[in-house]
């Protein structure tokens, strides 16, 4: 099984700063997928196959990696970022990060 | 307009049995594979299950193997959970969603209490 692990595990960020959520993954990976999720919410996909923003999701956000590490970036928080996303790897078994917490400063 | 919408969820004491499960409308649903997947409350998320679109295939992660049974209908566009043998650490609520590459829909959750 493939183990994800996000950091940070919580962060907070200011209206208008870059933010950089990392998934490293213990062995190789050909995609990444990353999810948003807010309180009481079900998870929203955000970007999948590692870059490609899902639909509706604004182009502040975007996605990169490669391998065993990837990473989610928005350019100019705004406060609807705040949430928590979670990485996810497309081989079989399935599995999530643990979520980072994203909350607006 | 894609939904998924889970029922069955509630109260069940440790070892009994639990069915979940998921209408699904708005799209050609024999065209999909389904999933399950659950969050125990203030965790993240994990995988539980998948069957393939036309139910020939069937995946479990390995703490529900041999508890769990996904299984679908495609007449009714329904996915099903059959959960036996529930145990305190299955207290969650649960997702099914579909999967095209990844998880793309996904329903409002149920939640299921494994308690005495």
């Known amino acids: 099984e493939i183990v994800l692990t996000q950091s940070p595990t919580t962060m907070t960020a200011s209206p208008g700063e870059k933010v950089t959520i990392t998934c490293r993954a213990s062995s190789s990976v050909s995609y990444m997928h990353w999810y948003q999720q807010k309180p009481g919410a079900s998870p929203k996909p955000w970007i999948y196959?590692?870059?490609k923003l899902a639909s509706g999701v604004p182009d502040r956000f975007s996605g990169s990696g490669s391998g065993t590490s990837y990473s989610l970036t928005i350019n100019n928080m705004e406060a609807e970022d705040a949430a928590t996303y979670y990485c996810q790897q497309w081989n079989y078994p399935w599995t999530f990060g643990g979520g980072t917490k994203l909350e607006l400063k | 307009e894609v939904q998924l919408v889970e029922s069955g969820g509630g109260l069940v004491q440790p070892g009994r049995s639990m069915k979940l499960s998921c209408a699904a409308s708005g799209f050609t649903f024999n065209n999909y594979d389904m999933a399950w997947v659950c969050q125990a409350p203030k965790k993240g998320l994990e995988w539980v299950a998948t069957?393939?679109?036309?139910?020939?295939?069937?995946y479990y992660r390995d703490s529900v193997k041999g508890r769990f049974t996904i299984s679908r209908d495609n007449a009714k566009s329904t996915l099903y959970l059959q959960m036996d043998s529930l145990r305190s650490e299955d207290t969650a609520t649960y997702y099914c969603?579909?999967?095209?590459?990844?998880?793309?829909?996904w329903g409002q959750g149920v939640m299921v209490t494994v308690s005495s």
């Open positions: 196959e590692t870059s």
């Open positions: 069957i393939s679109y036309d139910g020939s295939s069937t």
């Open positions: 969603a579909s999967l095209w590459g990844y998880f793309d829909y």
